[in-house]
């Protein structure tokens, strides 16, 4: 079984400074990618960045970048420059094979 | 190119009744999944579809069925219809069966409230 933890159900953060969203998970397959999306109030889930377990190298997306411990089973979000637009759910997801595992998300509210 | 659409955006049933929900994938993708997702709570997986089959199920009751159709669309259909049922329900589509290495790309959601 695969399960997956986001031990910050909310947070807040001021526009412009630096959060870190933490995700740990437990799998017992070899072969997986990470994710994290985002679900903004308009409800669309969005992909926010990828990260392929086999890569020891963290992934960046712009503003967002995770720091992935293999060992450990973390895969945290770091959202830097925070603007107003990054307030949503954030939903960790661990994906095996054929097999998406979602965290119960962290509500994120930048404040102006 | 056109996004995974869900429709209708929002449904109210009573008690009881079967509810249907649809789902129309990416140009491409084969896979189709369900979730649920409470208000306040995470995504609890129901279903997913491949080619046309049942590839695995959530732990949800039988009264949550669907299928697949031969253009990879997808219908989801809740029967006997119970309060607890009141959620959002996200469609996501995605390549066949294969490596993990692709995401889902997800509809918008059918907001079901059952009075």
């Known amino acids: 079984a695969q399960t997956v933890t986001q031990s910050q159900p909310e947070m807040s953060v001021q526009e412009a400074e630096t959060v870190t969203l933490s995700c740990t998970y437990d799998t017992s397959e070899n072969n997986y990618y990470l994710f994290w999306y985002k679900q903004p109030p308009s409800r669309q889930m969005i992909l926010v960045i990828r990260?392929?377990?086999?890569?020891?190298q963290n992934a960046t997306e712009n503003r967002f970048s995770v720091n992935f411990q293999k060992a450990a089973k973390s895969f945290s979000l770091k959202i830097s420059d925070s603007q107003l637009g990054d307030t949503a759910m954030y939903f960790c997801?661990?994906?095996?094979?054929?097999?998406?595992?979602f965290g119960s998300g962290t509500k994120l509210n930048v404040k102006p | 190119e056109a996004g995974v659409t869900q429709s209708p955006t929002h449904l109210i049933k009573t008690r009881g009744q079967q509810a249907t929900l649809r789902c129309s994938p990416i140009?491409?993708?084969?896979?189709v999944y369900w979730y649920q997702q409470a208000l306040g709570l995470g995504l609890q997986f129901l279903l997913w579809?491949?080619?046309?089959?049942e590839r695995n199920r959530g732990n949800f009751p039988p009264r949550f069925s669907g299928r697949q159709f031969p253009n990879y669309s997808s219908e989801l259909n809740v029967n006997a219809l119970e309060l607890e049922d009141s959620a959002l329900y996200l469609c996501a589509s995605s390549w066949g069966t294969g490596p993990p290495t692709y995401g889902y790309t997800f509809g918008s959601g059918t907001r079901l409230t059952v009075v």
């Open positions: 579809y491949d080619e046309g089959e």
């Open positions: 140009s491409g993708h084969t896979s």
């Open positions: 997801a661990p994906r095996g094979f054929n097999k998406f595992y």
């Open positions: 990260q392929e377990a086999y890569k020891q």
